[in-house]
């Protein structure tokens, strides 16, 4: 994956609700299963999707 795209699902992800379910994040950005998006989603950021939502959380102003 390179920069660009990276960057492109990055923002996909960012968009989504704060609240809004693995699974149907996973779907929208065309994983098969859950599992997949979760296992890739780590191995891009380094944390869960939990964490890099509590770390756009404290680092979006508000």
């Not at 809004?20 to 950005?29: H, S, T």
């Amino acid at each position: 994956m390179n920069q660009r795209s990276l960057s492109v699902w990055r923002q996909r992800l960012c968009v989504r609700r704060p609240g809004a379910k693995v699974e149907g994040i996973a779907v929208d950005l065309g994983y098969a299963t859950a599992l997949a998006f979760i296992a890739m989603f780590r191995r891009l950021t380094g944390e869960t999707l939990d964490e890099y939502r509590r770390h756009l959380k404290q680092n979006t102003p508000g």
